[in-house]
């Protein structure tokens, strides 16, 4: 299963805007983790329409999450931008070519389609298992101490976006 960047950046931003103390600027979350303004906004309007952040205008708006960081999870963030679709579509391959089976004997989905939508099942159930929440509170042990301080710090201060 192949996924775009924006995922990456989208729950990196969502684990960013957890610690902010209010509404942070797509071009402030885009320079903090030097991506394209413009790709980057158009993944937070994904995440937007999901109901996952919201935009708030004004000079001091930006973008926040709608929930607690505990309640939004990797799979929240993942269907919001490659949408819903099972990985895995069926084509009933086996209905098909010199040795077709027919329809009527092709009750069960065959061998393939269980095994790939099992696998399916396994990795929405571990996405929806991971929270924001989880993944800042991993942050320290994963990227250093005081990281998650500094990124709070930095969306708090005045320092320019480049």
Do not use: N
């Amino acid at each position: 299963m192949k996924m775009t960047a924006g995922v990456e950046w989208a729950v990196h931003c969502c684990v960013a805007m957890s610690r902010a103390d209010g509404p942070v600027p797509s071009a402030r979350l885009a320079d903090l983790h030097g991506v394209s303004r413009t790709y980057l906004a158009k993944h937070l309007q994904s995440l937007t329409r999901a109901g996952i952040v919201r935009s708030v205008e004004g000079r001091d708006g930006g973008y926040q999450l709608t929930h607690a960081a505990a309640d939004v999870t990797l799979l929240d963030v993942v269907q919001a931008l490659e949408g819903r679709e099972p990985a895995f579509r069926c084509t009933e391959i086996r209905q098909c070519g010199p040795l077709a089976a027919p329809p009527e004997a092709c009750t069960r989905p065959c061998g393939v389609a269980q095994a790939m939508h099992a696998a399916e099942r396994a990795w929405r159930d571990a996405l929806a298992a991971t929270s924001i929440a989880d993944l800042a509170d991993g942050l320290e042990r994963t990227s250093g101490p005081g990281t998650l301080e500094g990124v709070a710090r930095w969306l708090r201060s005045d320092a320019p976006a480049r």
